[in-house]
């Protein structure tokens, strides 16, 4: 992450606001977090455009606004945001934010090739590891950039809620510096990094409790609250820094805490976790993982880029990572119907290390 004094934050931010007025970006995949980063970003008066299914054009245009909101109390409405359809608007993007679930990138990479122009930006802005591989290697004239999204947004119709805390990071890249400043003047807080494996994984580190959530079928907050369920996420865990520390890759801290102590944390007592990790559960008490959201609309996960990239890098390294492979296998039992959801945390320590 660059750090700049006040003097040459203040011409940065001016030069990125500048540059901002002539860039236009197209948001791909605007599904609820798609809708919400660019609906913040028209806000903030950048030409950003979103590019996404027809049923939620359908929506938006009958309601005639986008609505945002987050856990914190903040509402806004968001008029005239443009919504396409056509994959052919991509042809004037200066920037493509890449918003789809991972298992849908292997398309969006023809799209992204078929019409963008040379050197265009595309971030891909996906939970895991590796999403981004399909369109490095058919886009190798466009100039490919990583990404996170650090908090859950749920949507309902035209109102779109950030239900969680969390930034937004992004590989260093001038060009990006006026979308970080429109979005940190939304409120969304934005990092531009020059070593981004070490955000990614500390990322994913945080997102491998997204499978114990769907396993679960409880709101974040209640499930975060017993300690069965968070020992099973702090094996989880330990098991990636395990893998990480073999890659030579030092996690980044996203929390209060560094990542390598979070494994530990989890596994305290009830009281004390709820005392120690008050910024950690300050979310609105029924939000949930985008993994159980999948589950319930009968669509594939992401299982594959979080806990099974896990495994697959430590199979890589010679590092054993049975909990992350349980894991996997639960939740792929659970997408071919072969298992229900609705697992105690007991239940789920017990599957974990039997």
Request: with cysteine; net charge neutral.
């Amino acid at each position: 992450m660059m750090r700049l004094s006040p003097l040459t934050k203040s011409a940065t931010l001016a030069a990125a606001l500048s540059l901002g007025k002539f860039m236009r970006i197209v948001v791909y995949g605007a599904g609820s977090i798609g809708c919400y980063l660019g609906a913040s970003l028209h806000s903030a008066g950048l030409d950003s455009v979103l590019l996404g299914r027809e049923r939620l054009q359908q929506v938006l245009e009958q309601h005639g606004a986008i609505e945002l909101s987050d856990y914190q109390g903040a509402q806004q409405r968001v008029t005239d945001v443009p919504y396409h359809t056509d994959p052919k608007v991509l042809a004037q993007a200066d920037i493509v934010l890449v918003t789809l679930k991972c298992l849908a990138m292997e398309d969006a990479a023809q799209q992204l090739a078929n019409y963008c122009r040379p050197a265009t930006r595309v971030v891909c802005l996906q939970n895991g590891l590796g999403s981004d591989l399909a369109v490095r290697q058919q886009c190798q004239g466009l100039k490919i950039l990583r990404g996170i999204v650090g908090f859950n947004v749920v949507g309902d119709g035209a109102h779109f809620h950030r239900a969680t805390e969390g930034d937004v990071h992004m590989e260093h890249d001038p060009l990006l510096m006026p979308i970080q400043h429109a979005w940190q003047r939304q409120g969304i807080a934005c990092e531009l990094n020059s070593e981004f494996d070490r955000i990614a994984w500390a990322k994913l580190q945080l997102n491998l409790n997204n499978v114990i959530n769907a396993l679960s079928d409880l709101p974040l907050k209640a499930q975060l609250e017993q300690r069965a369920y968070r020992r099973v996420l702090a094996m989880a865990m330990q098991e990636l820094v395990d893998v990480a520390q073999a890659k030579g890759i030092e996690l980044a801290q996203l929390t209060a805490l560094p990542a390598t102590w979070l494994p530990k944390l989890m596994n305290v007592p009830d009281w004390l976790f709820k005392r120690l990790a008050k910024r950690m559960l300050a979310i609105d008490p029924e939000a949930r993982s985008s993994m159980w959201e999948d589950i319930q609309h009968g669509r594939p996960t992401e299982i594959l880029f979080l806990n099974g990239a896990v495994a697959s890098e430590g199979e890589q390294e010679g590092i054993a990572t049975p909990v992350n492979h349980a894991l996997a296998r639960l939740m792929w039992a659970v997408e071919q119907g072969k298992r229900p959801t609705g697992m105690s945390g007991p239940e789920l320590l017990a599957a974990v290390t039997s």
